[in-house]
């Protein structure tokens, strides 16, 4: 696969009928539903789960999400969908990108960019990413 960066975690999607718009190709909606799924299952596989952000009482929200859309997909295209953590500041925020392929000519169909802060889901209020997000999250960056 021809990945910007590497080393991504990687999830295989495939859109379903539901998924096609009115113009008849992947709903953009669903790209974004793809990125959200699997910056969970990223988090989950380094060790941070929903049940570990709830036992902190801290999460990583995202306050701006950008996506370049690139190419449409249809329905039952074979894609691999991949994501990275790209900077932090070891304090408060966090970069993740995606990249999604289409499986069968390596082409990029969208390329997404997450910035997060870390907050205190009791208050939803800014916090200090606690030890366990630092000593998790900071090895893995890519860049």
């Known amino acids: 696969m021809t990945w910007d960066l590497p080393d991504p975690f990687t999830l295989p999607v495939s859109p379903q009928a539901g998924d096609i718009d009115g113009l008849n190709h992947t709903n953009n909606a669903v790209y974004v539903q793809w990125c959200e799924k699997i910056g969970w299952a990223h988090s989950d596989a380094l060790g941070l789960s929903l049940a570990d952000y709830q036992r902190l009482d801290r999460a990583m929200a995202i306050r701006r999400g950008e996506y370049d859309y690139l190419l449409p997909t249809a329905c039952g295209e074979e894609l691999t969908l991949g ?61």
């Open 83 to 143: 994501t990275w953590i790209t900077a932090s500041d070891g304090k408060l925020t966090m970069e993740r990108r995606f990249q999604l392929l289409r499986d069968s000519d390596q082409a990029t169909i969208l390329r997404g960019r997450w910035e997060l802060v870390c907050i205190e889901v009791s208050t939803g209020r800014p916090r200090r990413m606690p030890p366990a997000f630092c000593e998790i999250y900071l090895p893995v960056l890519r860049s």
